[in-house]
C-alpha cells in the first residue's frame, strides 16, 4: 500500500521560504511511472496544483506560482520537497503531496495533508 | 494553459436522486480527466480516471462521461455517504494539472 506523508513547519513568517518534505512508502520514487506532486488548498476554497517533480529531476510548475517554486527530489531517501518563497498571509493553506500516473493523469493516493500558516 | 469550469457549484438533492454535475475544459483535453470526493478535513479521493473509468473500491452509482472538453460526474441514486464536494481534474503534458472550482454535494 503506497502512502505519502507530508512533513514541515507549520508556521512560517512573511517573505520567508516555506519548506515541506513528502515521504513516500511503499512505492519507489526511482522506479518511474509516476510524477511527484504538490497540491495546496486555502481554507474554505478550492485545490490548486502547484507543481511536480519525475525521478529525473524534471519539474513542472503552475504558471501562476513558477517564480517561486522548486520541487525537488532525493531518490536515496525516497522523498520530493517543495520550496515556496517570498510568502505571504496569500500562502496560508493546507499542502497536500500526490502521486500522478503517467498512463492516467491522476493523482493517486494523497498524503493527509499539512496546515501551513503564514503569519508575523 | 487550460481552464477548468465546473457547475453547479452547489446542489441539494434528496437520498435517491440522480445527480449530475458538469465540467468544462477551456480547449479539448481527450479523456485526461478525473474527479475527485472530499470531505472536511480529509484529502480528495479519486473516484474516476480516464474520464469513465471507475477507481476500484469506488460504489458503482458513480459514473463518468464525456471527452474533449465536456466532462459529467453522475450519481444514479444518491446516499447519505455522498454529502461532499466534488472536484474535476485535467491533466495536459505541457500545461500539468488543473481543477475545477468544486460542486458541494448536500443532502435536503
Known amino acids: 500500500q503506497v502512502q505519502l506523508q507530508e512533513s514541515g513547519p507549520g508556521l512560517v513568517k512573511p517573505s520567508q521560504t516555506l519548506s515541506l518534505t513528502c515521504t513516500v512508502s511503499?512505492?519507489?520514487?526511482?522506479?518511474?511511472?509516476?510524477?511527484w506532486s504538490w497540491i495546496r488548498q486555502p481554507a474554505g476554497k478550492g485545490l490548486e496544483w502547484i507543481g511536480h517533480?519525475?525521478?529525473?529531476?524534471?519539474?513542472n510548475y503552475n504558471p501562476s506560482l513558477k517564480s517561486r517554486v522548486t520541487i525537488s527530489v532525493d531518490t536515496s531517501k525516497n522523498q520530493f520537497s517543495l520550496n515556496l518563497s517570498s510568502v505571504t498571509a496569500a500562502d496560508t493553506a493546507v499542502y497536500y503531496c500526490a502521486r500522478v500516473g503517467f498512463s492516467s493523469g491522476c493523482l493517486s493516493p494523497w498524503g493527509q495533508g499539512a496546515l501551513v500558516t503564514v503569519s508575523s | 494553459d487550460i481552464q477548468m469550469t465546473q457547475s453547479p457549484s452547489t446542489l441539494s438533492a434528496s437520498v435517491g436522486d440522480r445527480v449530475t454535475i458538469t465540467c468544462r475544459a477551456s480547449q479539448s483535453i481527450g479523456s485526461w480527466l478525473a474527479w475527485y470526493q472530499q470531505k472536511p478535513g480529509k484529502a480528495p479521493k479519486l473516484l474516476i480516471y480516464k474520464a469513465s473509468s471507475l477507481e476500484s473500491g469506488v460504489p458503482s452509482r458513480l459514473s463518468g462521461s464525456g471527452s474533449g472538453t465536456e466532462f459529467t460526474l453522475t450519481i444514479s441514486s444518491l446516499q447519505p455517504d455522498d454529502s461532499a464536494t466534488y472536484y474535476c481534474q485535467q491533466y495536459n503534458s505541457y500545461w500539468g494539472l488543473t481543477f475545477g472550482g468544486g460542486t458541494k454535494v448536500e443532502i435536503k
Open positions: 511503499g512505492d519507489s520514487i526511482s522506479s518511474g511511472g509516476h510524477y
Open positions: 517533480v519525475y525521478t529525473s529531476g524534471t519539474t
